[in-house]
């Protein structure tokens, strides 16, 4: 299987939306260590299948993790910020709820199309999705039901997240979609 959009670019995304967010928030530089490394492990478990990557992320972590130092309660809250990005989102405290933030963080930027386009090839090839119809559809329903967790976000990508949804209502409409 080649990810498309579950990949090393994906991963960089994250940890940078998570740093920016954080600092927005005026997180402290140990727990923005913290987020940084539970970005880069968050979808490490696609390694090994796509389905249950989170739990597979977090085995990954708890295994590789102990030979940098950190500590039994730092690894644990690793492991809960990368479970907290599994869908439907339910962060449990704020550290939870900007790297929710970071993950779907493009719904809400200028990139959005691109990004899409690379997801919608990524599940085509898993056949979770058939044609941009399809796709359009589900993110449709995604975007309507999707809230950022963060003042920061809700700040900086409702708008553009706004804007994105009319564009997908608006490509829906057309008869002759392609």
């Known amino acids: 299987m080649v990810y498309t959009y579950h990949n090393i670019e994906h991963i960089m995304d994250v940890y940078s939306a998570a740093e920016g967010i954080a600092s927005q928030e005026g997180i402290n530089e140990t727990d923005i260590n913290l987020l940084r490394i539970a970005a880069l492990f968050h979808d490490s478990g696609y390694i090994l299948d796509f389905k249950n990557h ?21 690894i644990d809250t690793i492991v809960s910020l990368i479970m907290a990005t599994q869908l439907p989102q339910n962060p449990g405290n704020l550290l939870e709820q900007i790297i929710c933030d970071a993950d779907l963080d493009y719904l809400g930027r200028d990139d959005f199309w691109e990004i899409g386009d690379k997801l919608f090839e990524e599940l085509k090839g898993i056949g979770l999705v058939s044609t941009k119809r399809d796709w359009n559809q589900k993110q449709q329903v995604f975007l309507e039901k999707h809230s950022y967790f963060t003042k920061s976000n809700q700040s900086l990508r409702n708008n553009k997240k706004r804007q994105n949804l009319e564009e997908i209502k608006a490509r829906l409409s057309k008869t002759d979609f392609s």
């Not at 972590?61 to 130092?69: H, I, K, V, Y």
Request: glycine share 4%; charged share 25%; aromatic share 4%.
């Open 54 to 74: 989170e739990a597979l992320s977090c085995i990954i972590a708890t295994e590789n993790l102990p030979a940098f130092d950190l500590s039994k309660g730092e």
